[in-house]
C-alpha cells in the first residue's frame, strides 16, 4: 500500500483516477490517498450543525470521521479521541465524560471491546478485558 500526501496542491505518483478527487482540495486542509484502501481522507476542523466539532482525519468524499481525531459532543461535554473507521470508535481511543471518568483502550465498532482501562470520576480504576 503506497500512500500520497498533498500539500498545497502539488502532487506527484498519484494515480489519475485519484488525482482529480484529489486536487478538489481547496488548499485548507491535507488529503491522503491509500492505495490499498482506496480511502480519500482530509484532515481539518469541522463544526457540525447540532454544535458538536471533529478534529482530524475524515472521509473526503462524506466528511466521516475516519483515521486519527478527536470529536466532542457540546451538549454534555464528553469527548472521544483515537481512531475512527467509518464513523465508528474502531482501534485504540480514549473516552472522556463531563464527569472526570474516563475510558483508555480499545474500541470494536464504536464499542469498548477489548483491553482497557476505565477511571472513575471518584478515581477508582479497572483495568482488564472488555467485550462489546
Known sequence: SSEYV???GILSGVPVPWRKSIERNS?????????????VTERGVRNLPNGDVYRGSYRAV???????GMYTWTRDGNSYEGEWFDGLRHGVGTYRWAS???YKGEWLEGQISGVGKLKGADGSL???SWLA
Open 27 to 39: 488548499g485548507s486542509s491535507s488529503r491522503i490517498a491509500t492505495a490499498g484502501s482506496k480511502v
Open 100 to 102: 472526570g471518568a474516563s
Open 6 to 8: 498533498s500539500q498545497g
Open 62 to 68: 462524506d466528511g466521516v470521521p475516519h483515521g486519527h
Open 126 to 128: 479497572y483495568v482488564g
